[in-house]
């Protein structure tokens, strides 16, 4: 048993970090007309270097940006996409207990990926300061269909579904390649939609809406290994499950068992971020079905509470999943971001940064 010298390592991160206090000041000003597109870019690549040298001072071999430029986890990425727009909704994203604000996206013309998208030159400024590996998050693809479905989708532009699915996966070929071709070795598919379908509530939100969750299963995993094609050689790509992240509260639940054989060994990924802070997860069985040259990063430690885990619960945790799965596969990080929205989870930044800390020590004590 071994440190990894390659993503993912034995400690990692999700990718979110709640936003520093300048960061949410300048957005703010930014959105009142206060100041400039260049002024808040400023601030922003400062605490970006701030960030990632915090990220590097704790001992973690791969750092992100903290999605300090993002709103969301996913609407930012994908409304940059050719086709697609962010339009105000009626009612915002229901969460357990809270409402995120009320934007969605449109598809209204044939999807598409450019080399003018922002996060090519979002990750660029990250590789210029990061000593550690650079990571870059972005949302997987089936995000795009799941939010809004066939309403979301313009029918004069596709009247059909396949052709959307076709192109949808072809833009994401493109942006993954675009990424390697920036010099990104480590790129996660934030991939929440596949674990909703383990949940019976969000199975039948599907089918009242004309969707065959069974279906869908298949037609994301097409949709993520169409990504996955881009890779380059030497290039890792993750895939991040959750069941909902926004101000410390949650969306589905359901274990993985009723995706985990196609999960597993039919989507072309390297490794997987599965989220298992808490009983909604359902238990490690699944990981029976992981193949050998892949590995699962154990989200065990929870991102929604400031409580801090102890090493010997972490460690207790790790010896259950390792009863279904070589131990040499598996690594440590919290179950999802700190942030998916910029609003963040309700912790404060000390107690973040205490949970990072906290998985670097247990997976030196774990792997060493």
Partial sequence: MSQRTKPPFRADQVGSLLR????????????????????????????????????????????????????????????????????????????????????????????????????????????????????????????????????????????????????????????????????????QLDEVFVAYLCDDNQRQMLRDRGDDPDKLLYVYRDLVNAAVAGRTPGMTISMHLCRGNFRSTWMAQGGYERVADILLNQMNVDAYFMEYDTDRAGGFEPLRFLPKGKQVVLGIMTSKTGALESKDQLKRRIDEAAKFTDLDQLCLSPQCGFASTEEGNLLAEDEQWAKLSRCVEVARDVWS
């Fill in 20 to 187: 520093s206090a300048p960061v949410k000041q300048a957005r703010t000003q930014r959105l009142a007309g206060e100041i400039t597109p260049a002024d808040l870019k400023a601030v922003e690549d400062a605490e970006i270097r701030k960030l990632v040298a915090k990220q590097e001072s704790i001992g973690l071999q791969a750092v992100t940006d903290g999605e300090f430029r993002r709103s969301w986890w996913h609407y930012d990425f994908l409304k940059h996409l050719d086709g697609v727009e962010l339009v105000s909704v009626a009612q915002g994203l229901q969460f357990k207990g809270t409402e995120t604000k009320a934007e969605g996206l449109h598809v209204h013309g044939k999807i598409d990926f450019s080399a003018s998208h922002p996060m090519i030159e979002h990750f660029k400024f990250l590789k210029s300061v990061a000593t550690a590996v650079p990571k870059m998050t972005i949302p997987s693809p089936t995000a795009l269909h799941f939010r809004g479905g066939r309403k979301a989708i313009d029918k004069s532009v596709y009247p059909e579904m396949e052709p959307f699915y076709e192109d949808l996966g072809k833009a994401y070929t493109k942006a993954v390649r675009a990424f390697a071709e920036a010099g990104c070795t480590y790129l």
